[in-house]
């Protein structure tokens, strides 16, 4: 297989060049399982550790290799090979890292498109999947968004919760589907280009692993049914994998997520919520917070019925996140430079005292 095949192009073999990498091996890195790493090349497939240099020069989680990455690599035992760098990558999907204040964890890299999957059967909720789209939005990713399960809902109510998102959520595209009847699922394949990389997001349970086994026409992917003690998806998928589809399209799988945590999302909260940023240029005050300020062109929309006021709380609830987000960032900055200055002053009383 060649390297066209999982998505290498003139951009990557660019960026190669420019980084003097030419003398290594080029992979990309297909799965990832704490720190563990299958990379693919044209030769096969091959386990994969970073380099004591990689490692020691990484400032953050960010620094380190991700499912997605093209990579530069050299062999170095039978089946194995070492990460020398990671190449530029040119979109990077991530979320505030669970547990971890100011730290964010990268779902995928390199991605083209977002199938966002929600079953309609269980804990549907429109939140998240705005949730979702700013992480796509931040990155550039064009999202999609996929109802599935929908053998197990009324034509009636499957129609109300299309026309429910579709208020909400303006200009993405959007498709219902059973990985059961097989319902829709031409539908999506319909999308997948050749040399362009997708990834499923959505919680555990929703049907990602279902939808990816219809689309490759495989039981590549483990499968599960909903706990009946909690109602819940259980964790079928536990890392990330890139899978090359027969179509020419790339997919990745990830485990599901519980928790969308918003971190520096840049531009991403402006345009999922653009008709919100629309309306506040007409507001009184230019640093209005539309929440309790006279003349403010938001809450008067969303109190004339104008603005969806769960779209409103919604967006409201994801800017204090990302703002607490930024101040956190912000404070370990400032930790670390402090740190820095200590470290640096103690060394010079030493150099002092020493001469």
């Keep these: 297989m060649k390297l066209e095949h999982f998505g ?12 003097n990498l030419l003398d290594f091996g080029i992979g990309r ?5 704490k720190e563990r790493y299958m990379v693919k090349t044209e030769n096969g497939e091959f386990e994969a550790e970073i380099t004591g240099n990689l490692r020691y020069t990484a400032n953050s989680r960010e620094d380190f290799p991700a499912v997605g990455d ?4 050299s062999e170095y035992d039978d089946h194995k090979v070492l990460i020398h760098a990671i190449l530029p990558r040119k979109t990077i999907l991530k979320r505030q890292a669970v547990g971890k204040k100011g730290e964010n964890q990268i779902i995928a890299t390199n991605i083209d498109f977002a199938f966002i999957v929600q079953a309609v059967d269980r804990d549907f909720n429109i939140n998240r999947i705005e949730r979702y789209l700013t992480i796509c939005n931040v990155s550039n990713v064009q999202p999609i968004i996929i109802l599935n399960k929908i053998d197990l809902i009324s034509e009636t109510a499957l129609s109300d919760l299309i026309s429910e998102v579709q208020e909400r959520v303006k200009h993405v595209p959007l498709m219902a589907i059973s990985n059961t009847s097989q319902k829709g699922i031409k539908t999506v394949k319909g999308y997948i280009v050749q040399g362009k990389t997708y990834c499923l997001l959505g919680s555990s349970g929703v049907g990602k692993s279902s939808l990816l086994n219809n689309l490759s026409g495989k039981q590549l992917m483990k499968t599960n049914t909903i706990s009946t003690s909690t109602n819940k998806g259980r964790h079928v998928t536990t890392h ?3 899978i090359v589809l027969e179509n020419g399209g790339i997919i990745i799988d990830n485990p ?6 918003i971190s520096d999302s840049v531009g991403g909260l402006e345009k999922t919520f653009g008709e919100i940023v629309e309306l506040s240029k007409n507001c009184k005050f ?3 917070t539309h929440t309790i300020e006279m003349d403010c062109a938001v809450l008067a929309a969303v109190e004339s019925g104008k603005v969806d ?7 409201l609830k994801m800017k204090r996140e990302k703002e607490h987000f930024e101040s956190t960032v912000a404070q370990k900055r400032k930790k670390d430079k402090n740190f820095g200055k200590m470290v640096k002053q103690f060394k010079n009383l030493r150099k002092s005292n020493k001469y």
């Design 8 to 19: 290498y192009n003139n951009n990557i073999e660019k960026l190669r060049i420019q980084h």
């Design 29 to 33: 890195v297909i799965s990832e399982h």
């Design 70 to 73: 093209w990579v530069a690599i």
């Design 240 to 242: 990330r994998e890139l």
């Design 256 to 261: 599901g997520i519980r928790e969308v945590g």
């Design 286 to 288: 230019k640093d209005c």
């Design 309 to 315: 006021k769960l779209f409103y709380e919604n967006y």
